[in-house]
């Protein structure tokens, strides 16, 4: 089965970039979605397609995917931006849905 | 505005069986593929089911298929999961949530709208 590998915990400094990354066999001919997820609430996607910016989410939310790896960035860290982020393959030759384990951002 | 709501959960003994509702307003749920995604306690997300627009293609994952059934009703708007022979390891936040359609209908769309979830707890 396809597997998606996420780093459990990523942390952060305010103003700084944080990198979340989704590894797996070619993930890069896959298409990628990311979802954040605040204690108690739903997830909300964040990026879709790669690197698609949904409305109301902010710019510094970006995407991409290439070779064996996806990567979510924010740029500018925010106390806010504090949650739990989660990858999200369709795995064709499974017909299986795919979530990464997730990883939990700090805001330092 | 696009809206889900689940019903239907709470406390079942094992092998038990239970039906999740989620009610959709502010869209029309025909336009889009949709789906019930779980989250235990604590861990990440599962995704159990996914519909097609007519319902003519179904995907389950390996975890819940032939215990669980995913169904729709266009006509009402609505989404439904029967499960059945419930287990310890079913317990958890169940979540519906509709597919994008973006660049067209189908499964590899993302989640776009979820609702707010519904506890189901399995303990005898």
């Known amino acids: 089965s396809y597997v998606l590998t996420q780093s459990p915990s990523v942390s952060a400094a305010p103003g700084k970039a944080a990198r979340i990354t989704c590894g797996a066999n070619?993930?890069?001919?896959?298409?990628v979605h990311w979802y954040q997820q605040k204690p108690g609430q739903a997830p909300v996607v964040v990026i879709y397609y790669d690197s698609d910016r949904p409305s109301g989410i902010p710019e510094r939310f970006s995407g991409s995917n290439s070779g064996n790896t996806a990567t979510l960035t924010i740029s500018r860290v925010e106390a806010g931006d504090e949650a739990d982020y989660y990858c999200?393959?369709?795995?064709?030759?499974?017909?299986?849905?795919?979530f990464g384990g997730g990883t939990k951002l700090t805001v330092l | 505005q696009v809206h889900l709501v689940e019903s239907g959960g709470g406390l079942v003994k094992p092998g038990g069986s239970l039906t999740l509702s989620c009610a959709a307003s502010?869209?029309?749920?025909?336009?889009?593929?949709m789906t019930w995604i779980r989250q235990a306690p604590g861990k990440g997300l599962d995704c159990l089911s996914i519909?097609?627009?007519?319902?003519?293609?179904?995907f389950y994952a390996d975890s819940v298929k032939g215990r669980f059934t995913i169904s729709r009703d266009n006509s009402r708007n609505s989404l439904s999961l029967q499960m059945n022979s419930l287990r310890v390891e079913d317990t958890a936040v169940y979540y519906c949530?509709?597919?994008?359609?973006?660049?067209?209908?189908?499964?590899?769309?993302?989640?776009?709208?979820w609702g707010q979830g519904t506890v189901v707890t399995v303990s005898s």
């Open positions: 519909i097609s627009r007519t319902g003519g293609a179904i």
């Open positions: 999200h393959v369709w795995d064709s030759s499974s017909n299986h849905v795919v």
């Open positions: 502010g869209f029309t749920s025909s336009d889009h593929y």
């Open positions: 070619n993930i890069g001919t896959k298409t």
């Open positions: 949530a509709i597919l994008t359609s973006r660049y067209g209908s189908g499964p590899y769309n993302a989640f776009d709208i």
